[in-house]
């Protein structure tokens, strides 16, 4: 069973409960999206999901290759093929790219086999170079500082290198659109596009329908007030674009009332 399972999640931040239950499965192979409101709580089951010390668990599982992650560090459950691309890339000064690309995947390597000595420089490179031209990443990049200087589609253009790189089997997008303008969501989705594969479960978390243009999700499902409200196919999306998250609170307060 390699698919991510979430059962009944609870979640609370400083003793306030965001995720209130929710349950979710992303098989390999599928694209998922996640739409909701600010503040609903998308970026806290990201954040979660990868093991954030201050998203404390309160309720629920989640489960991925038959194990309970949430007993897992985030170190172990990238490991294990978790991949997730921050709403805010962080940059490390001093780091060039290729660098920070050779440590994860040095650090992969390790954890499956104590043994391993690291990636030979060339075959490195060799890789590195393969995906970026792949992605359609300036060749200039691997020298650079990590996200130093980088605009927000530069960021969002080296973290799909880094999960090219790191071939995870469960890839979380937290509002990867945020930020950019129409031809960098263009290069960004194209790139996830062109890693989309039968081995590889995407979760693209959005506010906006747009990204979904570019990304087709297999299905799509709504958070409301820290749950999943609603699920269906790639066309839920249009609806919540034309209808708004007041149809579906609407629908929910219909559906309670009955
Ligand atoms: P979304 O990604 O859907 O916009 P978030 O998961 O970021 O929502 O936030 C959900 C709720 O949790 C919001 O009410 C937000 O204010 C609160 N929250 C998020 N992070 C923190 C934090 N570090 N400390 C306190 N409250 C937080
Ligand atoms: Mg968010």
Redesign the pocket.
């Known amino acids: 069973m390699s698919e991510l399972i979430i059962k009944n999640l609870h979640v609370q931040?400083?003793n306030?409960l965001?995720l209130k239950g929710v349950n979710l499965t992303i098989p390999r192979g599928e694209v998922h999206a996640i739409m909701?409101?600010?503040?609903?709580?998308?970026?806290?089951?990201a954040y979660t999901l990868m093991g954030h010390p201050?998203y404390d668990v309160t309720e629920g599982e989640v489960l991925f290759k038959g194990k309970d992650i949430l007993k897992l560090s985030a170190e172990e459950r990238s490991h294990l093929g978790l991949f997730l691309a921050f709403q805010y890339p962080v940059s490390i000064p001093g780091v060039t790219v290729a660098n920070f690309l050779r440590t994860a995947v040095n650090a992969h390597r390790k954890a499956a086999d104590p043994e391993d000595k690291g990636i030979p420089i060339l075959e490195f490179r060799k890789q590195m170079k393969e995906k970026m031209e792949l992605l359609k990443v300036d060749a200039a990049f691997a020298g650079r500082y990590l996200n130093e200087g980088f605009s927000g589609g530069e960021k969002k253009r080296v973290e799909i290198l880094q999960m090219a790189m790191l071939k995870p089997e469960i890839a979380i997008l937290d509002e990867t659109d945020s930020g950019l303008d129409i031809d960098a969501l263009r290069i960004v989705s194209e790139g996830v596009n062109t890693l989309r594969n039968s081995e590889l479960g995407v979760l693209v978390i959005t506010?906006y329908q747009r990204i979904l243009n570019y990304i087709r999700p297999d299905v799509v499902h709504v958070?409301m007030d820290g749950r999943i409200v609603e699920s269906g196919g790639p066309d839920l999306a249009l609806d919540l674009e034309e209808h708004g998250y007041t149809w579906v609170r609407e629908k929910l307060e219909n559906r309670e009332a009955a």
């Open positions: 931040i400083e306030q965001i909701g409101p600010n503040g609903t709580g998308k970026s806290t089951l201050s506010h958070m």
